[in-house]
């Protein structure tokens, strides 16, 4: 069976299946980036501050429904595993008429609350009309946002994850030529940089529904498909709500500690706009074979084979090791030239800012990503509970020493205060991992 992650080499499959995630990952990174650049490098570091200043609060919004997608992956990728096909429809169709139900109520709070945010952030008063601006085109446009993420979530638990990219790369080209059409020919700013970004999301939506319909009879809904089964909704929940909270948790964090990074003021907005920029593109790969290793654990959890659990995990570090390495090094000595692609030469107080902060940040990619493939493990065999106190664990760590330490170390306390959060985070996992271990042990024992 197409997607089947149940037999064959745990290496090549996991690899297989993450390096379209990462080049998806790395494409979905470019919607915000492209924005920073574009607004920072032709508008200025206000601008640049203003789409930094959003990024957090925007995040909460599209990485909760985010949650919502990855806890129906899990549901589905296991009925596909265990070849119930009449229950992974009904969960395609369940989830999608919640999900749209709900995200549409979503984006309306979002719309309504989001200057109140700004200002709660104590953001500052130059850009902070920009940044609401921003905030409330993009809030406009999160319907295609979840479809999009529901739609590539119902692809990959089926072991499908290039398609998705496919359909990202395109609209993110799209996106990087209407930014340069809306904000550099047009002068719209920012706002031209938001309704590139909404438009170009639409566009991967659209493509992802098309082609489930005319070439995926698996995921294709019929009219009198479309229901809501109770019982698999239950579940459902049972598995997004903490895959959610989880997402909205970390960026909650992120937003608070956007607040201490605010109070230093403009140059120091853009900096750390710029180096978060950076380090989501260095860690989206973490993220990509986190997303494997749950596609695949879940699959083969579905069908009985934990042996292969635990083989696919072992096989999820080795590949991180080796990726965190190389792009450690090409950060930590690219730091500067890396930074100059954000703000002109000019702007060396921005530049100096970010370089400190990059150099000191690459040398612990590496935690995080063995953190993510813990999270993908537990995700898979559905110890979502685990993950959430993990995040919850690290997010606290982060907001609590990044308020003790900038009066001392400035916008670095942020790193220090992020790495420091890394490391107590896998500590937890291991030893969670430890006991999951023991129990299935005990389980196979008993058989």
Do not use: H
Request: glycine share 8%; charged share 15%; hydrophobic share 50%.
């Amino acid at each position: 069976m197409k997607g089947d992650m149940t037999k064959g080499s745990a290496s090549k499959l996991l690899v297989s299946f993450a390096v379209p995630m990462m080049l998806g990952n790395i494409f979905q990174q470019l919607y915000n980036t492209v924005d920073s650049v574009i607004v920072g490098r032709f508008v200025g570091k206000e601008a640049l501050a203003a789409v930094g200043v959003a990024n957090p609060i925007m995040s909460i919004v599209i990485f909760f429904i985010v949650g919502i997608c990855m806890g129906a992956l899990v549901l589905m990728a296991e009925f596909f595993g265990a070849e119930e096909k009449d229950k992974l429809k009904r969960e395609v169709s369940t989830s999608l008429i919640i999900g749209t139900i709900f995200t549409l109520v979503l984006s309306i709070v979002s719309i309504m609350l989001s200057k109140t945010i700004l200002i709660l952030t104590q953001t500052p008063e130059n850009i902070i009309n920009d940044a609401d601006a921003y905030l409330k085109i993009i809030f406009i446009g999160l319907i295609f946002s979840f479809l999009y993420n529901f739609y590539s979530s119902a692809l990959r638990a089926t072991g499908d994850s290039r398609t998705p990219v496919f359909f990202l790369v395109i609209s993110a080209i799209i996106n990087v030529i209407l930014d340069i059409v809306f904000v550099v020919v047009f002068n719209w700013g920012v706002v031209g940089a938001a309704i590139a970004t909404v438009v170009a999301q639409a566009i991967s939506a659209i493509l992802c529904i098309l082609y489930i319909y005319f070439k995926i009879p698996i995921l294709r809904l019929k009219r009198n498909e479309l229901i809501v089964d109770k019982g698999l909704l239950k579940a459902t929940i049972n598995y997004s709500w903490v895959s959610a909270t989880q997402q909205t948790c970390l960026y909650v964090g992120k937003l608070l500690v956007q607040g201490v990074v605010n109070s230093f003021g403009t140059n120091a907005i853009a900096a750390f706009s710029a180096v978060t920029r950076i380090d989501a593109f260095a860690l989206a790969p973490g993220g990509s074979i986190a997303d494997a290793v749950t596609t695949y654990t879940a699959q083969n959890n579905g069908a009985g084979r934990q042996d292969r659990i635990k083989e696919g995990y072992k096989k999820g570090n080795v590949i991180i090791i080796v990726y965190c390495f190389i792009v450690t090094t090409l950060i930590f000595f690219g730091a500067d030239i890396i930074m100059k692609f954000f703000v002109s030469e000019s702007e060396r107080e921005v530049i100096l800012i970010g370089v400190d902060y990059l150099k000191t940040m690459s040398l612990f990619y590496v935690v995080s990503g063995l953190c993510n493939v813990f999270q993908g493990l537990f995700r898979g065999v559905g110890e979502l509970r685990v993950t959430l106190f993990a995040t919850l664990l690290q997010i606290s760590i982060r907001v609590v020493l990044s308020y003790m330490l900038a009066p001392y170390l400035g916008v670095t306390s942020v790193c220090y205060a992020v790495i420091i959060g890394w490391i107590f985070m896998i500590c937890y996992e291991g030893m969670a991992y430890r006991k999951y271990v023991y129990k299935i042990n005990q389980v196979s024992l008993k058989e």
